[in-house]
């Protein structure tokens, strides 16, 4: 009988990353408001050209981190100096000086990198050694610790933070060190006997790979292009409703429905076994379909229009829950798991680029009415989920993943 289960060690992995995912996005929510404050007094332009190049740095720290962990100190060593380093970092900063917001951002971005990159792989190795069919419901259950993570640390920091930002700080140290600590219960991935090894075609293994970062890119782009034009009809809709308060509009609605779909999807995936690139088809056409539903809103909005949001909204959350974790579980499938927190850290870099064209789309389409956005968005999403769907097919074939000869080496 098959094992439906996660392992003890892939829960510690994502309850480690949850309380990490907190820290970082509680530093991120108060970090630009302490540097335009009394002590420091940046201008706003100053302290935001410091956080891009903090969360600039951080990506390229992933990278950093990922090859420290795989060729030289290991991936679980790596995550404990990482945790250490960005535990440091947030305490650092509760001394209020320049210097040691700099020094506090040094360790943190260091920390970050380290912990982020191998975490991850560790996380997926936990999949791809027992149970290779849960890898799509694993990283979904990853998703949801991230989600939840950054979504308590927002909170809580932000509310600590109100009163004195070095107890927003001391929250995230707190945060982080109990992260690291979650770490020293798991394994190395040594010694765990693996299953057979099947080789797939290296051909096969990068068109699987790419496509999936196309794909996921391609979601973003149009995700993130359609944000304004999204948000300007959810204040049309909502101008003078008291239905839904709102902090929860502030938010944004789709981050709580995020949590609510991707709760459910963890236990479907874990009991249903659906292939990686029919869940992405199955994205592609949810989101394809929000926007759809949104061009029935009309310019006056009526009564209907606030049932037609909320639907639409729920419908491109569940787009994305279905699609974003399946990035991290396919490259987990089909790459020497050896190297596998650099081959994880590096596909992270092209959704920069998408997101850059995100931007340069936004920029130049203020003419353009929001129906012709949603509408060019949409056929977009269905082509690209005519080549999932095509891809889907193709993977029926190479189902049943194993470990390659040198991941049998480096794990037995």
Known sequence: MQNISHSKPALIYAIAYSFERASYYGIR?????????????????????????????????????ALLGDLLVGNKKGILVGGTLQTLGCFILCIQSLGSLYIGFGLIILGSGLFTSNTIAQFGKQYLINNPKLLDAGFTLFHLAISIGSFIGVVVTGYMAESNFNYGFIVTGVLTMLATVFILFTNNNQGISS?????????????????????SGIFLMVYE?????????????FDGIDVIPEVYLKTGLGSFFGIIIISILTLVWTYVYTNSFFKIFLGLIVSALSFIILLFIPETPNSLSLTIFIFSAFLLSAGEMLISPILYSVTTKFSNPKYLAIILSLITIPSMLFNKISGIITEYSNEISYNTIFLISVFILLVFGVIAYG????????????????ADEFLS
């Open 195 to 215: 299953s057979n090894y099947k080789n797939i075609n290296i051909d096969k293994r990068l068109l699987y790979i790419i496509t999936v970062i196309i794909t």
């Open 225 to 237: 292009s359609t944000y304004f034009d999204v948000y300007t009809i959810q204040e049309k809709v």
């Open 29 to 65: 929510t108060i970090i630009v408001l302490y540097m335009v404050g009394e002590t420091l007094q940046m201008s706003n332009q100053e302290a935001v050209a410091t956080y891009g190049w903090f969360s600039l740095f951080i990506v390229f720290s992933n990278v950093l981190g």
């Open 391 to 406: 891809l889907s097919l193709l993977y029926k074939k190479d189902d049943r993943i194993h470990l390659s000869k040198e």
